[in-house]
């Protein structure tokens, strides 16, 4: 059972940061491209970055681009979203999976607060 675990999230305050983490349960990982998503209160998961196996290849959505930073360490089978310049919109569930996501690697996901 392949299973994600995200952890770092907690509570920041405007213009702070905070680091994510994505611990992947099998080496078999560091050959997928990996995203992070997010859902905050009462709207819909949406994508915030991706990267890919060897980590050549980035992308970002819109509203983090400059902001925030995907980076993995396949050898600990890890991604990483760094997030600096955090404003309250941000605040939201975060999780990680493959890109595109398999329903089935969803994890819990770690909440990330971001006060004004």
């Known amino acids: 059972q392949v299973t994600l675990v995200e952890s770092g999230g907690g509570l920041a305050q405007a213009g702070g940061s905070l680091r994510l983490s994505c611990a992947a349960s099998?080496?078999?990982?560091?050959?997928?491209?990996m995203a992070w998503f997010r859902q905050a209160p009462g709207k819909e998961r949406e994508f915030v970055a991706d990267?890919?196996?060897?980590?050549?290849?980035?992308s970002y959505g819109s509203s983090v681009k400059g902001r925030f930073t995907i980076s993995r360490n396949n050898a600990q089978n890890t991604v990483f979203l760094q997030m600096n310049s955090l404003k309250p919109e941000d605040t939201a569930v975060y999780y990680c999976?493959?890109?595109?996501?398999?329903?089935?690697?969803w994890g819990k996901g770690t909440l990330v607060t971001v006060s004004s």
């Open positions: 999976n493959t890109n595109p996501p398999v329903v089935d690697y």
């Open positions: 099998e080496r078999t990982f560091s050959s997928n491209a």
């Open positions: 990267i890919s196996w060897n980590g050549g290849s980035k």
